[in-house]
């Protein structure tokens, strides 16, 4: 079975960092782009940024460029999403998803708050 | 960036009904546009891909047409399971977007 398992959401504080594993099973993990999305509380969903299979492109949301970073451990079947400076606005639960979404993992909330 | 516009935001609906969602884009996406349905407190599911693909497994009365900047989501006959909220997303290039979703509710 396809199965993506996300973890390391919390509560942090304004300016701080946080990094999201998504943990990948069941599929050829290397042959996939990868993707992040998020949605704030009460509110739709938001395309965060993508990662192609060797890593070697990645691609952002003007909302997060120059404060998100997405990796990849492909030996680890394992996406990241670290998130630095973080602000108020950036409290959402968080998805990783394969490709264009035919596979998504539950989601981790991430609060921002101080 | 490319933007997607949803309407209606909401759609109040009957069993057995035809229900339409639209979806523009602001410039042209070819079909790269995927429709996706949401519960709440769980995660979306990819209904179609490029425009009017079906995903496997999804019920055949959701269908999705069109390309260029026009699409369109139809569930021919509305059924208790599919009260939901549903989101376009473009995917053409490098950077994606969704629309800002339908609301799906009982009439």
């Known amino acids: 079975e396809e199965q993506l398992v996300e973890s390391g959401g919390g509560l942090v504080q304004p300016g701080g960092s946080l990094r999201l594993s998504c943990a990948a099973s069941g599929f050829t993990f290397n042959t996939y782009w990868m993707t992040w999305v998020r949605q704030a509380p009460g509110q739709g969903l938001e395309w965060v940024g993508n990662i192609k299979q060797d890593g070697s492109e990645k691609y952002y949301a003007d909302s997060v460029k120059g404060r998100f970073t997405i990796s990849r451990d492909n030996p680890k079947n394992s996406l990241y999403l670290q998130m630095n400076s973080l602000r108020a606005e950036d409290t959402a639960v968080y998805y990783c998803a394969r490709d264009v979404g035919t596979t998504w993992g539950q989601g981790t909330l991430v609060t921002v708050s101080s | ?107």
């Not at chain 2, 069109?66 to 399971?81: A, C, K, M, Y």
Request: proline share 5%; net charge positive; glycine share 8%.
């Open chain 2, 1 to 107: 960036d490319i933007q997607m516009t949803q309407s209606p935001s909401t759609l109040s609906a009957s069993i057995g009904d035809r229900v339409t969602i639209t979806c523009r884009a602001s410039q042209s996406i070819s079909s790269w546009l995927a429709w996706f349905q949401q519960k709440p407190g769980k995660a979306p599911k990819l209904l179609i891909s490029k425009a009017s693909s079906l995903e496997s497994g999804v019920p055949s009365r959701f269908s999705g047409s069109g390309s260029g900047t026009e699409f369109t989501l139809t569930i021919t006959s509305l059924q208790p399971d599919d009260f939901a909220t549903y989101y376009c997303q473009q995917y053409n290039g490098y950077s994606w977007t969704f629309g800002q979703g339908t609301k799906v509710e009982i009439k």
